[in-house]
């Protein structure tokens, strides 16, 4: 199904263990270290230094495998399409708010409609050359949507365990792929649970966010793409609508691997993780200066890809926060679908929820300075408006009605 033609060179050197830096084997089917934390990929940077330039990137297909060096694949990718993401200025919320540029990085144009295609292929990738026959996953849509598509085009067994009021939509979905797909009562660290008695039980892989290690390196080609799409020059501010944080923690240690391979500078955008009030346990830990977050009893919230009570990368995610200088805003599900209606009818923009509450942020940084005039801002939106449930906001033609009142 590839038509990817690249040779496959792999300059992966080792995983890490996220906590204790204590080393493990390359290329390697592996969930948490020792300790129960995330494993990263760790590569030769020197060596992609030596063999791969941005020049060279120029001449490459528009898609995510581009940056093929600094992925851990090991033969040519099985793939659905993974297009480089436009950037859409958004100059209505620019001019409304002072600003340089607002940017949107629209996710949505993804396979299966959003980001979580980018991590679930290499996850999927990497599990299919590595021999595994089934993946199970916790999923609040989007991530088993994913999950059973490149699962599909792979030939593995999926499985996917979903909160019980997931949208029909995303439900049906994962189905149609062919995955088992259940409704369990419960959120998603209750579904999270059962993957791992499985996993435990040698059933399956499992593929939970941050529990298996590749994920995040192709949640990683978010902070590639974006730099590479602004020239090696990063935005001064990036909101992310932050669930299990795999994209900010990927972008952050994208932005750092660019550094070293001396394509970017110094500079770091202020990382700005975006929750609900409804389920903030990174916000709360951010602004009480804790380390880890502790669970968000009875999580809710409309944008359902940030419905994550806790994180078991929460320390990864702070600490990206803090590093850069940024922070965590919580915005209300009245503010999310608000932004979302109105840059809907503003700029022709459909975001999902999770999109839409990176806008809200945007607004209240602005407004309590964390964000100045002038700025170039870069807001994520993770995935297509379409893959959610929308409000009724359609009349009806009566029979007879007088066609004027239609503007009425
Ligand atoms: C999964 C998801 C998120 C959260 O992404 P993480 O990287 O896991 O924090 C945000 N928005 C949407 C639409 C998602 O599907």
Not at 30 to 49: F, Q
Not at 146 to 157: D, K, M, S
Not at 269 to 286: G, L
């Amino acid at each position: 199904m590839s038509t990817h033609t690249l040779p496959i060179e792999n300059f992966v050197t080792h995983l890490e263990c996220s906590q204790t830096g204590k080393h493990y084997r390359r290329n390697t089917q592996l969930n948490l270290s020792d300790v129960g934390k995330p494993l990263l990929v760790r590569y030769d940077l020197k060596a992609i230094k030596a063999a791969v330039s941005p020049a060279i990137l120029n001449q490459r297909p528009q898609d995510l495998w581009r940056y093929q060096e600094l992925l851990p694949l090991t033969q040519a990718p099985i793939s659905l399409g993974e297009s480089v993401t436009p950037l859409l200025s958004c100059q209505y919320l620019a001019r409304a708010l002072d600003l340089g540029e607002v940017l949107i990085k629209d996710e949505g144009r993804l396979p299966t409609g959003s980001f979580k295609a980018r991590g679930i292929a290499m996850a999927v990738n990497l599990a299919k050359s590595l021999g595994v026959q089934r993946m199970a996953i916790p999923t609040n849509g989007n991530a088993g949507a994913a999950l059973a598509a490149y699962c599909a085009a792979a030939q593995i067994e999926a499985i996917c365990f979903c909160p019980d009021d997931t949208p029909q939509v995303n439900l049906q979905e994962m189905a149609y792929y062919g995955a088992k797909t259940f409704r369990v009562k419960g959120l998603i660290n209750d579904c999270g649970k059962l993957v791992k008695q499985g996993a435990d039980q040698g059933l399956w892989f499992d593929t939970a966010t941050l529990k298996e290690p590749y994920r995040i390196e192709g949640k990683k080609t978010m902070g590639l793409e974006l730099a590479e799409q602004l020239n090696w020059i990063l935005p001064d501010a990036i909101f992310y609508p932050t669930g299990g944080g795999t994209g900010l923690i990927g972008m952050w240690k994208a932005f750092a691997e660019l550094e070293a391979l001396g394509w970017i500078d110094s500079r770091r955008p202020k990382m700005i993780a975006v929750q609900a009030d409804t389920c903030a346990p990174i916000v709360k830990a951010f602004h009480t200066g804790a380390d880890h977050a502790e669970l968000w009893p009875e999580a809710q919230t409309i944008a359902s890809g940030i419905r994550v009570p806790i994180a078991i990368g929460d320390f990864l995610i702070l600490k990206a926060l803090r590093e850069s200088q940024g922070t965590a805003i919580a915005v209300t599900d009245e503010e999310i679908l608000e932004s979302q209606k109105n840059l809907a009818k503003q700029t022709g923009i459909l975001l999902c929820p999770e999109g839409a509450a990176t806008a809200a942020a945007l607004i209240k940084a602005r407004q309590n300075g964390t964000i100045t005039i002038d700025a170039k801002v870069v807001l994520f939106n993770c995935a297509s408006g379409l893959k959610y449930p929308m409000p009724g906001l359609v009349q009806t033609f009566e029979p007879g009605q007088d066609i004027a009142t239609v503007l009425d």
